[in-house]
């Protein structure tokens, strides 16, 4: 996660997981329909496990305190652990393109989501499926490297704006094609980096006369040094797969 960042109180963005991909840090995932999650990539996948409720990686359990006092005000229930009994990536998903970078994973058990610390995110449906998010700025989160090239330990966001994905192809032309089926998003303003891979590209809207977070997009790949002036980040556009999310979210 790189510039404009801000740290994540741990009611703010109720929404992220973290899975133990066989890596050192861990990538993230979105809770979007019980016991359905979104993660990024697929190796060894059914290995692994999937943490709900997580804010804080370096403590067991997440706490506010009292900055003066340095004492305990709340915490936040521990998080969740489940095991993954199935996934499944998308049949055209290519390696090399970076292309059709969604998956599904189906829990090993429903989520417990009665908890403060986790809420599952809307999916773009209706009108929100085709909103064009160009010019927008949608928010960011993971635990991601930061400017500093180090990854973080707290949860954290930023605001990232939607660049016209016509520029983008042209940016990517020489690597890889970037088709409707992608969002781009971010640049030296503020930009998803290593690490954050899987994590949400969301925004808050109404959803049934209510507040809700819904999630347009997944984070991809970007470029080598994350927040490089006129070089966006990719993402998957959520809403282009509603139809093979919804006729693979099975009870």
Same mark, same amino acid.
């Given at each position: ?144 490297? =930061? ?88 993402? =998957? ?15």
């Amino acid at each position: 996660m790189a510039l404009g960042l801000v740290v994540v109180h741990r009611d703010g963005v109720p929404l992220r997981s973290v899975s133990d991909q066989l890596s050192i840090r861990p990538h993230g995932g979105s809770l979007s329909h019980q016991p359905a999650s979104v993660p990024q990539t697929y190796r060894d996948v059914l290995r692994s496990t999937v943490r709900l409720g997580e804010h804080d990686l370096a403590v067991a359990v997440d706490c506010e305190m009292d900055p003066e006092l340095g004492t305990v005000i709340s915490c936040a229930p521990p998080p969740q652990d489940y095991a993954i009994e199935r996934a499944l990536p998308h049949p055209q998903f290519d390696r090399k393109k970076l292309a059709n970078d969604i998956g599904l994973i189906r829990l090993s058990r429903a989520a417990d989501i009665t908890t403060e610390s986790i809420r599952p995110i809307c999916l773009p449906v209706g009108e929100t499926q085709g909103l064009s998010m160009e010019g927008k700025k949608l928010k960011v989160a993971g635990w991601g490297a =930061t400017e500093s090239g180090t990854s973080s330990d707290d949860l954290l966001q930023t605001n990232v704006p939607v660049v016209p994905l016509s520029r983008c192809a042209s940016i990517y032309q020489a690597a890889v094609p970037i088709t409707v089926r992608q969002l781009c998003a971010g640049g030296k303003v503020g930009d998803s980096c290593s690490g954050d891979s899987g994590g949400p590209l969301f925004q808050q809207g109404d959803v049934d006369d209510e507040t809700r977070f819904i999630q347009f997009g997944i984070v991809s790949f970007g470029p080598k040094r994350c927040g490089t002036p006129d070089k966006p980040g990719v993402y =998957t556009r959520v809403g282009y797969y509603m139809d093979w999310i919804l006729d693979n979210l099975h009870p």
